[in-house]
């Protein structure tokens, strides 16, 4: 595997393989890889000639008194787990190659950033935007895949590809959990050993509201507050939201029918942790996705 610094050694990169007719699949990320992120290198892996990573730990997506000092690094354990799953490049650029000098473009979506995490991180969506706008730019690959942990991320960007006409396929990739069922996520390092039980309590308010749904529960309303009590019970856990939203615009569902996600965050600790099951409900049909 190659690691690659500087966006011209990239183009170039990726130039030359376009001209032997290949296709370039692409997994952006921030690092501190885990089997999720494992997860999307061998989906990309599986479906395409080229692989490309990126890891860059954004500055533009992380609030005034977020973690972005604090967020973890580990560039060589990366290194290792891109080299195991097949990975062809590693591109990792320096916050002065990606931010030469301060942005005057942003992508925004304020329809879509101003829900669910968007209430306590009001200027992150529009970090995240406009950080994979530039990626998807440099890399130019066919096919990009997301983690559907990220759920309003991934709507966030299908959104703007579409709207921009970017020419770029979009996968999101299922979620990968603990023994537990808690979400396989970089910052899951924040919690304590005495926080680290608590956290299941996310995935399993989520799990009982997916079978509730399947049992035949149709009301929003009785859905959230299910979720909304089973993890703010939870001893040490703070709840942030609990809602049941429309997949791709993320607008508040009142019955549960169509493309929905059920999705929660809470503060547990120094964590903040985010969840969420998207589900297909047609009449009595229940998918769970
Ligand atoms: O999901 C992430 O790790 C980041 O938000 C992303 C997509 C790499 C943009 O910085």
Redesign the pocket.
């Known amino acids: 595997m190659y690691t690659i610094e500087t966006i011209r050694e990239l183009r170039s990169y990726i130039k030359s393989a376009r001209q032997a007719g290949k296709s370039i699949g692409y997994v952006?990320?921030?690092g501190y890889l885990h089997e999720g992120h494992a997860s999307l290198v061998q989906t990309a892996r599986a479906e395409s000639d080229v692989v490309v990573v990126?890891i860059?730990?954004?500055p533009l997506?992380f609030g005034p008194n977020e973690d972005y000092e604090d967020y973890p690094r580990d560039l060589k354990k990366d290194q290792q787990l891109l080299t195991d799953h097949g990975c062809d490049v590693l591109f990792a650029p320096s916050v002065t190659e990606m931010y030469p000098r301060p942005m005057a473009t942003f992508v925004d979506l304020p329809q879509l950033s101003d829900k669910l995490c968007g209430l306590t991180r009001p200027t992150h969506f529009r970090?995240?935007a406009t950080?994979?706008c530039k990626?998807l730019n440099i890399v130019q690959p066919d096919t990009a895949y997301?983690?559907q942990k990220?759920g309003q991320?991934v709507a966030v960007?299908r959104r703007m590809v579409n709207d921009l006409n970017l020419p770029v396929r979009i996968v999101s990739v299922p979620i990968v959990r603990e023994a537990d069922g808690l979400a396989k996520s970089?910052r899951n390092i924040y919690l304590t050993l005495e926080e680290r039980p608590h956290a299941a309590i996310l995935s399993r308010a989520l799990k009982a509201a997916a079978d509730a749904i399947v049992d035949g529960e149709r009301s929003a309303l009785v859905i959230t507050e299910m979720m909304a009590d089973a993890i703010s019970t939870e001893p040490g856990v703070r709840l942030d939201y609990a809602e049941v939203v429309e997949t791709s615009t993320l607008q508040k569902a009142q019955t549960i029918e169509g493309n929905l996600m059920l999705a929660v965050a809470a503060f547990i600790g120094k964590a903040r942790l985010i969840d969420n099951i998207p589900i297909q409900v047609e009449g009595t049909h229940v998918e769970l996705l």
Request: no cysteine; charged share 5%; proline share 0%.
């Open positions: 952006a990320t921030m990126s860059f730990v954004n997506q970090g995240v950080v994979v990626l997301f983690g990220d991320q960007i970089s």
